[in-house]
């Protein structure tokens, strides 16, 4: 597979689940200036302003995470990647 995720540093759990499926994870906060380096961002939804940049512009499908599962945030990764 090799999809590189990039994923806010809160989100072990997703973290640890999408290394178990195959991804490669970068935490958000060491990749924020190269964000279109990767196939996909996971952030918590916990601040609208993720990142501590309001005008942050990437083609990179920005998925949030807030209120769901490890599997139903994989779920739309698979959805969104394909």
Do not use: C, H, W
């Not at 178990?20 to 609208?48: C, F, P």
């Not at 499908?61 to 779920?75: E, H, K, L, Q, T």
């Amino acid at each position: 597979m090799n999809k590189k995720i990039a994923i806010e540093d809160t989100l072990g759990n997703v973290r640890n689940f999408l290394v178990n499926q195959g991804y490669q994870v970068s935490n958000l906060s060491q990749t924020k200036n190269n964000l279109d380096q990767y196939d996909a961002v996971i952030v918590s939804g916990q601040d609208d302003n993720f990142m501590g940049i309001r005008d942050t512009v990437t083609k990179t499908p920005v998925i949030n995470a807030s209120g769901r599962s490890p599997v139903d945030i994989y779920d739309q990764l698979k959805n969104t990647l394909e």
